[in-house]
């Protein structure tokens, strides 16, 4: 199989092994209307398998937006590179954002963000090393 080099856009690497099409739902991305290609479950040095999200910029002019806070949250080991005339020129490493909002959902049939339409999720993070979200108004904690 062979995918060409991407001369200008993003190359998500590092992705956990097969995550990538819930990584581009979670940023967002549609698949049917960006130019892109998905390397799943290739073999990687650090983590024995991951996945590679390749997204190309056909005009060369606007990089793709990619929420970085979304992505620390849905895959932690990611590493994005911005690509500009084939060669990487900027890398960036999400970490897990302090707070969250519309990304996550509160499991409290109780909580206000259930009961009432038009309230925002909004989470808070409270252990990062566990991953653990809580809700700001009722302080369950949430699953991604």
Known sequence: MEVTSVQNGII???VPAGTALKV???LKI???KTKLALIMNTDSHLYGTKDIIKIEDEDGKKTPAIDLDVLGLVARTATVGIVRGGRIVEKKTPTLPEHVVN??????????????????????LTH??????????CDEEAKL
């Open 12 to 14: 998500i690497d590092h």
């Open 24 to 26: 581009l739902e979670y």
């Open 30 to 32: 549609n698949p049917a």
């Open 103 to 124: 990304i996550l959902t509160c499991r409290n049939p109780r909580c206000v963000t259930t009961t009432e339409r038009g309230i925002d999720q909004m989470f808070h």
């Open 128 to 137: 990062s090393g566990r991953q653990e979200y809580r809700c700001d108004y």
